[in-house]
């Protein structure tokens, strides 16, 4: 029993040591919630436009997506996102550019705009696109040539 007392103290006083000398306890670090999960905008991975065009069944879940605005349908309710990359490289669509289709039935961000969609892939009639909950400005991401 004197033993188990002796162990017991010896046991508080070495993990009380770095408390008394002023360290702050160690927690493990903060983790990003896993891809696909659901959070507020902050949370949800960022994703490029041709990454996702890439790649989608990567990308599987709520994310966020930024891209520029190159066309809009608003009696469709749906825009054309071209990569935010490519936001400096000319003025008019090239033939070879491809656009993520997205779904929104808010106001419609006007043609070259650069936006933070949220939202999640979807297929509908066989067709995948983005169904967007959200749409806000975003800032330049670094251009590049095509």
Known sequence: ???GFIVAL???????LPLAAGAAPSSPPAQAPPSGVAGTAGERPLVEVDDLLKAPEKHQGA??????????????QRLG?????YANCCSTPCETEKLLP??????MPRVRALVLISGDIQRRDGKMEFVATGIEPAA????TSK
């Open 1 to 3: 029993m004197r033993n």
């Open 10 to 16: 010896a046991t508080v006083l070495i993990l009380s």
């Open 102 to 107: 997205v779904a929104w039935a808010g106001e």
């Open 140 to 143: 330049p991401a670094g251009g």
């Open 81 to 85: 996102l071209l990569d935010a990359r």
């Open 63 to 76: 994310l966020r997506v930024r891209g520029m605005v190159r066309k809009v349908f608003a009696k469709e």
